[in-house]
């Protein structure tokens, strides 16, 4: 039983994901492997979807690699309460009878992360693009309220 580590522990933003299979010593999950060989590697692509989340005056901008995923295999989506969530899935590469593999190290499988996004965020104007494989997400930010101005007043008497 593990959560997988955030970049910053004091992102209040930031949402952990509990991967309940990552490092699971027990006999049982190792036959569910044995028998469903592409499971672990799905859970573990479930969590592996690296994004940045980068804050500018404007906007917050999150960027996520995701190499060899088409802009129809991703969602973007803003659900109630403010929470972006990224998912999608990354096909697997077709088998030939004839191949023989020697490595298999890139994931396949569904991604999907999420994000609570901060008060100032205008959830209504979220825009996306992708370019390069490199998905791109601007949350515009309401323009900061300016602080009153402190007028003294001179006291009389």
């Known amino acids: 039983m593990s959560i997988v580590r955030r970049s910053n522990i004091f992102d209040p933003f930031s949402l952990d994901v509990w991967d309940p299979?990552?490092?699971?010593?027990?006999?049982?999950?190792?036959s569910l492997a044995e028998t469903r060989p592409?499971?672990?590697?799905?859970?573990?692509?479930?969590a592996n979807t690296r994004i940045d989340w980068k804050e500018?005056?404007?906007?917050?901008v999150?960027?996520?690699?995701?190499p060899g995923v088409k802009k129809e295999e991703v969602k973007v989506?803003?659900?109630?309460?403010?929470?972006?969530q990224i998912s999608g899935e990354r096909s697997k590469e077709e088998e030939e009878k004839s191949d023989k593999?020697?490595?298999?190290?890139?994931?396949s499988g569904k991604f999907l992360?999420?994000?609570?996004?901060?008060?100032?965020a205008k959830v209504d104007q979220v825009r996306a693009?992708?370019?390069n494989g490199v998905l791109t997400v601007t949350v515009p930010k309401e323009e900061a309220k300016k602080k009153p101005e402190m007028k003294s007043i001179e006291i009389s008497g």
């Open 129 to 131: 693009s992708m370019e």
């Open 21 to 30: 299979f990552q490092g699971f010593p027990f006999d049982a999950f190792r």
């Open 113 to 120: 992360r999420r994000f609570r996004l901060p008060e100032n």
């Open 77 to 84: 989506e803003v659900e109630e309460g403010r929470v972006l």
């Open 56 to 60: 500018t005056p404007e906007a917050h």
């Open 62 to 66: 999150f960027k996520a690699d995701l």
């Open 38 to 46: 592409g499971f672990v590697s799905e859970t573990s692509a479930f």
């Open 101 to 107: 593999w020697h490595r298999v190290e890139r994931s």
